[in-house]
């Protein structure tokens, strides 16, 4: 089934670094998401990409979907101890009468003061 | 407001009892899915539904079953053949089309059992 590598699987980083995390996969997607999940929560979606090279911003986060279709990537700049959780990448696939959503494994963001 | 409320937030449950979680969306969305989250772990498909009265096995439906008599609600039953039900466990929904708006989360419930 299509499935999606999501990198790092954690990471410890220093406030005010950059941070730079992926998902590939073999399969071509046409939507690619990224979500946030805050400790004991849901995921809550972050930024949607839609088309092949779109290069998107909100705030502090800018994602790309790879021209290929088949990656993306999500940056945090300067990072503040909020941004600590769980980043989940997603690929859209169509099914029979409607579409669904193919999850990475996440990584895991951890931030030290 | 609308949005995707899960309750509990947290339960207990003895060996060998069946439990089930609650799924309720007033987004008018037509399809709803249920996800199991182990620790440090990403997230499982369970079952999925894309119309009332219908729904689909995901990836580890195998102990877990589940209702759609309404659009609004969505219940997963964890059964006493699922193995090892403590988790974290997340409903969605969306619009069953190809949106800008991908899934909408619930706050999830942690399943315990003792």
């Known amino acids: 089934g299509q499935q999606l590598n999501q990198s790092p699987q954690s990471m410890f980083i220093q406030e005010g670094e950059d941070v730079s995390m992926n998902c590939t996969s073999s399969?071509?997607?046409?939507?690619w998401l990224w979500y946030k999940q805050d400790p004991g929560e849901g995921p809550v979606l972050l930024i949607a990409l839609y088309k092949a090279g779109e290069l998107t911003s909100n705030g502090r986060l800018t994602a790309q979907f790879g021209i290929t279709r088949k990656d993306s990537f999500l940056n945090i700049s300067a990072s503040i101890p909020s941004d600590v959780g769980i980043y989940f990448c997603?690929?859209?696939?169509?099914?029979?009468?409607?579409?669904?959503?193919?999850f990475g494994s996440g990584t895991r963001l951890l931030v030290r003061p | 407001d609308g949005g995707i409320t899960q309750s509990p937030k947290y339960l207990f449950r003895k060996e060998g009892q069946n439990v089930t979680l609650s799924c309720e969306q007033n987004l008018n969305h037509d399809a709803m899915y249920w996800y199991r989250q182990d620790p440090g772990q990403g997230l499982r498909l369970i079952y999925y539904s894309q119309i009332v009265n219908d729904f689909q096995k995901g990836d580890i439906a195998e102990g877990y079953s589940v209702s759609r008599e309404k659009k609004e609600s969505f219940p997963l039953t964890v059964t006493s053949a699922q193995k090892n039900p403590t988790a974290f466990y997340l409903c969605a929904s969306s619009s069953g089309q190809a949106s800008n708006y991908g899934y909408t989360f619930g706050s999830g419930t942690r399943l315990t059992v003792v």
């Open positions: 997603a690929g859209q696939v169509a099914t029979d009468s409607s579409y669904k959503l193919i």
């Open positions: 399969s071509i997607f046409n939507t």
